[in-house]
């Protein structure tokens, strides 16, 4: 008996609940999803007290940690696993404890075993925070999910 085909959208899905029972680091960010789909996740994080500098402004890790969380579950998307060979971030304003953020990861392109994603930063206002662009790297073989 074969297994219905899945959708770009059904498969996407699936890699993501495979990826987030694993991801130990989005999970303590109570990081939340508010869409997945093939190459393109939007992810949500509140900043908290303990994600402040010495500045009293959200750490430019945790800004990068949500852009490239968002990044890994748009390139995984498709169940080819896939990882980061390198990405570019710039910030663009500052972030305050309880400034809710969102990151929107979209494929650019997608050649062969690479890939290349814009993922953009943004409070709960719709400003700009900042931007990052991610290139990826599938490995051969490999997939997220076994279907």
């Not at 999970?27 to 997945?36: A, D, K, N, Y």
């Not at 392109?109 to 662009?133: E, F, K």
Request: aromatic letters at 6%; a neutral charge; charged letters at 20%.
């Amino acid at each position: 008996m074969t297994q219905p085909e899945l959708s770009p959208q059904q498969l996407a899905e699936i890699v993501r609940d495979r990826m987030f029972k694993e991801d130990a680091v989005a999970q303590s960010l109570e990081i939340h999803f508010e869409g997945v789909g093939s190459g393109y996740a939007k992810l949500r994080m509140t900043v908290r007290g303990d994600m402040l500098n010495g500045f009293k402004t959200c750490h430019g890790g945790f800004i990068t940690t949500l852009a490239d969380t968002a990044f890994a579950y748009a390139c995984n998307s498709h169940n080819d696993a896939t990882v980061a060979s390198g990405l570019r971030m710039d910030f663009i304003a500052p972030v305050n404890k309880g400034d809710v953020l969102t990151a929107e990861a979209k494929e650019i392109c997608l050649s062969g075993r690479t890939g290349i994603y814009d993922i953009s930063v943004r409070n709960q206002d719709d400003q700009l925070i900042a931007v990052m662009r991610g290139n990826s790297y599938r490995l051969k073989g490999r997939h997220v999910v076994a279907i």
